[in-house]
């Protein structure tokens, strides 16, 4: 079983990428989840866009044990709530406010709240938040911005999220302020649809093995 992760920092060390998914089939979670761990991928962001997300979550939570399910797009408390209850592990916001700051920590669990720029980052990082999503990162300046915050930031991690590909993953990745990308091309729709629970193992299989 994989430890629980009791930071952000911990998140960010579970492996090179995290995958998004987005979950439409509540049916799918499971051998979904079971297939991107058997590919050396146990961090799971499951998106808030969907009905099936929350009882994807406590599917996941439920049944496999060795995944570490965390719920993503969460822009309000009350979704960082529900997150919690269904067995979220940590939470993941696009961006962040103070509200949802407190909110999230309310719930004990680890977080990575979004910025997009370097005032947010500023802002998150006078609350003591040091581990953050960066998002949407290539419409954002990509690892270029990223690298340039080096410099002025460097107690920051984050974990870049949005655009990236198997492609640009190691550009990101080779940055010290970097501790993981978040990757949607990990589960294409098509694979997930038919079942071919094979082929996203190899896709995960292929992303663990990108370097830090």
Known sequence: MT??????????????????????DVEHAVPLARALVAGGLPGIEVTLRTPAALSAIERIAQEVPEAVVGAGTVVNGEQAGAAAKAGAR????????????RAMAD???????????????????????TELKFFPAEASGGAKFLKSLTGPLPQLKFC?????????????????????????????????????????????????????
């Open 3 to 24: 430890t629980t992760p009791r930071s952000g920092a911990d998140v960010l060390d579970l492996a090179p990428v995290m995958p998004v998914v987005v979950v439409e």
């Open 90 to 101: 940590f939470l993941v916001s696009p961006g962040c406010t103070p509200e949802l700051a």
């Open 107 to 129: 719930t004990g669990l680890p977080a990575l709240p979004g910025v997009a720029t370097v005032s947010e980052a500023m802002a998150l990082l006078e609350l003591g938040l």
């Open 160 to 212: 870049p999220t949005g655009g990236i590909t198997a492609q640009s993953a190691p550009d990101y990745l080779a940055l010290p302020n970097v501790g993981c990308v978040g990757g949607s091309w990990l589960t294409p729709a098509a694979l997930v649809g038919e079942g071919r629970w094979d082929g996203i193992t190899e896709l995960a299989r292929e992303a663990a093995a990108l370097a830090r």
